[in-house]
């Protein structure tokens, strides 16, 4: 997690009172957000985003003094569009609670321009030799204990003003100091955890067993972050403006990840309702988990493979327990990440084996890394060339920053191919676009395959497929050249609407133009598929489009066969694989590849998918 994420006021001081306190008035309040990942969650707010520990004082010599004071510049700068940007979402809010933060939140771009604090702090730093971040702090102490000395009859008002400035000043020390923030492993059992913005590092660090649910300020439906909550099954509701500033720590609420609110302090009808809700969650989990055990069969006895998407070792239970065919996606970032070293050859081998060893022989597709774009990249392994450049999404991105970096990517299939007599392991490249790419990718792993073999180790006679992934406009129109050269494709939908539509996947300000079923995806989706098929080559969907049921008739109808996704969805998706009908699959899809208004083909979809959800 970022130390900020923007739009985040930091934690209100417990005496702050009057105008911000209001907000949290024990009154019901409704907050709504991008529904992420269902279920009904009854909890006590924990806000991980709460003022860090106190920074050491520092001082600084001489000649650090300008220094320090740019730092404090731009820290104040980044802080102003912090504040600027929550401002920008508060029209989404009730008129109520608009009318509540505005003037707060303008106090705070007041505070964060050339206001009393930010002037003394860059005096003090000069007169006193200080560190930014010690100056910011005594200075805002001086303005406090001034405020709170005012002859004043009311005292609420002052408690409120002094509050105001500790907490822009601890906004400020937050982005001076850049602090990770780490405290998610003190989650309270049962807690739905608040939070500014989570990376998909720090939803690596969750506990599934004992958060409870998930909200915060920033996010998209499709970013890592997303993905992740949903793959641990942990209801979330991301995307929701003014959350952090409306609920605190301890507070009650209800998290309905499935409709993408939160209700805090809920009244006697709201809990009621949500108990209802956990009741029939809990029927419907039964029902879907007696589908276990039944095969994944259309009603013409066509065979459909379902397999789970893997993020972190902490899914492998759920994905026995969803009856999985084999694990069709495992992201391997994990392995890279909340650490600030290589995972060397023998640290990846461990990792895989017990992967693999766990899934028996269910096919295991092994992706490498795919670092670059929205995947935070503050956390990124000492060692790997950092993607800089002002759009890290279009720059050193997956399979192209390991050909950069031959060594990773030697020493990654080198510990992948030490496993594969295991079990039945496939290898997969991120974000290919040229065929070349594979053909590189593909000449590295016969060389590490040949070394490894000299060295004596035990690898399997026939060397593990090594398949592409299609997640670019620019690789699903040249799928039948980069088919010539890979074992399989797997079509990664998330970045193909992504990169189709220009939209970036995890931003909230576009989430409403990513749109998967846009005309322009599909078509590139079944150009890539029948590409594939052409050549009778394996071919799979493992984007987030795979695990929505309602989709199923339109893949299966695209002459898909394969689905990946989280584990936590198979169930349905196998439901609905067993109420459809392949012909009657094919003629849907039919009528909607000759549509050209996304909203128009949602309709169509969302009608069919009724019949089969
Ligand atoms: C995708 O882009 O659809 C995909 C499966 O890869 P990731 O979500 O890991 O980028
Ligand atoms: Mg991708």
Redesign the pocket.
């Known amino acids: 997690m970022k130390t900020e994420g923007p739009g985040k006021p930091a934690a209100r001081p417990a005496e702050a009172t009057g105008r911000a306190a209001r907000t949290h008035r024990a009154a019901e309040q409704r907050l709504s957000g991008i529904a992420v990942s269902p279920g009904i969650v009854i909890g006590q707010i924990h806000d991980t985003t709460q003022a860090p520990a106190e920074v050491p004082r520092r001082s600084v010599t001489d000649d650090r003094v300008e220094a320090e004071r740019t730092r404090l510049t731009d820290a104040a700068a980044f802080s102003r569009k912090q504040v600027s940007k929550l401002k920008t979402r508060l029209s989404v809010l009730p008129e109520e609670a608009q009318e509540e933060l505005e003037p707060l939140l303008d106090a705070y771009i007041l505070m964060l321009g050339n206001s009393r604090l930010l002037r003394g702090a860059r005096k003090r730093i000069g007169d006193e030799l200080l560190s930014a971040e010690t100056a910011v702090q005594d200075e805002a102490e001086a303005i406090a204990a001034l405020i709170l000395a005012a002859k004043d009859d009311d005292k609420a008002g002052l408690n409120r003003r002094a509050g105001e400035v500790r907490e822009i000043a601890r906004r400020l020390v937050r982005n001076l100091t850049a602090t990770p923030f780490r405290s998610l492993k003190g989650v309270p059992a049962g807690a739905i955890l608040i939070s500014d913005e989570l990376t998909p590092a720090d939803a690596a660090l969750l506990e599934p067993g004992r958060v409870a649910a998930v909200a915060t300020e920033e996010g998209g439906a499709?970013g890592?972050t997303a993905?992740m909550l949903r793959a641990l099954g942990i209801p979330a509701v991301l995307g929701c403006p003014g959350l952090t500033t409306a609920a605190r720590r301890g507070d009650q609420a209800v998290l309905d990840g499935g409709a993408g609110r939160i209700t805090l302090h809920p009244g006697a009808e709201a809990l009621a309702a949500a108990k209802e809700g956990l009741a029939a969650q809990a029927k419907e989990r039964a029902r879907l988990g007696k589908l276990r055990r039944l095969p994944a069969e259309t009603t013409d006895g066509q065979q459909v493979e379902l397999q789970a998407?893997l993020e972190i070792p902490a899914e492998l239970p759920l994905i026995a327990n969803a009856g999985a065919q084999g694990i069709g996606?495992l992201?391997t970032?994990f392995l890279f990440m909340n650490r600030e070293d290589l995972p060397d050859e023998d640290a990846q081998v461990e990792a895989y084996r017990r992967i693999v060893e766990a899934m028996g022989q269910d096919p295991v597709t092994i992706?490498v890394l795919?670092w670059g774009?929205e995947k935070d990249m503050e956390a990124l392994a000492q060692g790997v060339p950092v993607p800089t450049g002002p759009n890290p999404a279009l720059g050193l991105r997956g399979i192209r920053l390991l050909l950069k970096k031959p060594e990773l990517l030697e020493e990654q299939f080198a510990a992948i191919l030490r496993v594969a007599h295991l079990g039945n392991v496939r290898i997969l490249l991120?974000m290919v676009t040229v065929p070349k790419e594979v053909a590189q990718a593909r000449e590295i792993y016969e060389r590490v395959a040949r070394r490894l073999r000299r060295r004596g180790e035990t690898l399997p006679e026939k060397l593990p497929p090594l398949g592409a992934?299609i997640?670019t406009p620019g690789a699903a129109l040249a799928a039948d050249a980069i088919a010539l050269e890979a074992d399989f494709f797997?079509?990664?939908?998330?970045?193909?609407a992504?990169y189709t539509l220009a939209v970036d996947r995890a931003e909230i300000d576009v989430a409403h133009l990513y749109d998967p079923l846009h005309p322009a995806v599909l078509r590139l989706m079944q150009f890539a598929t029948e590409a594939a098929l052409r050549l009778r080559m394996p071919v799979s969907v493992?984007?987030?489009m795979a695990g929505n049921p309602k989709l199923v008739p339109l893949l299966l109808g695209l002459g898909l066969r394969s689905l990946s996704m989280n584990a936590s969805s198979i169930p349905r998706v196998k439901q609905a694989v067993r109420s459809l009908d392949i012909d009657d699959c094919a003629r849907f899809a039919r009528r909607v590849m000759e549509q050209s208004d996304p909203a128009r083909i949602a309709q169509l979809v969302e009608r069919f998918g009724r019949k089969a959800d």
């Open positions: 499709d890592h993905i998407n996606l992201r970032e992706r795919d774009g991120p992934m997640e797997a079509i990664g939908t998330n970045d193909l992504m493992c984007g987030e």
